[in-house]
């Protein structure tokens, strides 16, 4: 069942930018990663979804019912975890999460202690609980992230590039937080992380500049390139070369030399290995214009 659908949303702010460009997409329960380089628009697209800003066109429905019409009544369902959750007063994380549970609306005193308590256990926070939040190291700020943004129960979940500057240990941590969530609400999971993406999400959408440039499985995305992908260490110089010849997906740095990954349906030139495709060559290449949804990928 598609819960969230986005049609066709567009939005240039004042000084001319165009953020988003035409954004479609549908998505259904459980995870859905949002991934892109840093000025793709996803943030755009995540504060356009929490109804913190309007598009210019295009409309949005959650569970069938316009969110722009009626803003108020997605804000009850809505939790939201922003780009740059960034005040921390010096309060322990209980009373500041108290605090903001009255904030949304949660006015019983029983239900409220219930429901904070309940949070702080759920993101691994109790026992810190009376600890200023200031204190807190990366992995626990994003932790108590999650714990005020899943206040009052909601049904859509939008985090936005959470696991940026977290640890491998944190990180791992975190993607066990948003997996159990993930079960039972609609995430939207914004990142630049590949892994991110590969761990958490059955399904994904990639934007760059302003478009969802490719959308689907990730299992599903990287069996299109099968047999495609080759893969050679070069010089600079021949690296050059090349980059004007032949559809490169990606560089990499590996001992001083350069790894190319070069999309191609045949083996492009002496030296190059076949390599398995991954997660990470899907990205690139959407990324680079070499392939996109609907659209078979032109042989080099
Ligand atoms: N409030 C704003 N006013 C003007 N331009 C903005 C604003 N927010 C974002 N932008 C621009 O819109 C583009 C998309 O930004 P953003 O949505 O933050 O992308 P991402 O989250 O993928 O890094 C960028 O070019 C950015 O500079
Ligand atoms: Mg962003």
Known sequence: MQRLQINSIT????????????????VSNGMFGLLGPNGAGKSSLMRTLATLQYPDSGQVLFDGKDI?????????????????????????????????????????KTERKEQVQSLLQQTNLYEVRKHAVSSFSGGMRQRFGIAQALLGNPQLLIVDEP?????????????????????QVVVILSTHIVEDVHDLCPEMAVMANGQVVLQGK???????????????????AALEQYQQNL?????????????????????????????EADIEDVYFSSIAGLIRSGKEVAAC
């Not at 990606?250 to 190059?272: A, N, Y």
């Open 247 to 275: 559809q490169l997906i990606s560089t990499r740095i590996s001992g001083g030399r350069f790894e190319v990954h070069v999309l191609s349906d045949t083996c492009p030139d002496s030296g190059f290995e076949p390599f």
């Open 11 to 26: 939005k240039t702010y004042s000084n001319g930018v165009k953020a988003l460009n035409n954004i479609s997409l549908n």
């Open 163 to 183: 696991t940026a500057g977290l640890d491998p240990l944190e990180r791992n941590r975190f993607h066990h937080l948003l997996t159990e969530i993930g079960e």
């Open 218 to 236: 990730p299992d599903q995305l990287t069996e299109l390139l099968q047999g495609r992908v080759w893969k050679k260490s070069v010089s600079k």
């Open 68 to 108: 722009f019409a009626d803003p108020q009544q997605l804000k009850k369902q809505l939790g939201y975890l922003p780009q740059d959750f960034g005040v921390y007063p010096k309060l322990s994380a209980l009373e500041l999460l108290n605090h903001m549970a009255i904030l949304k609306g949660l006015l019983n």
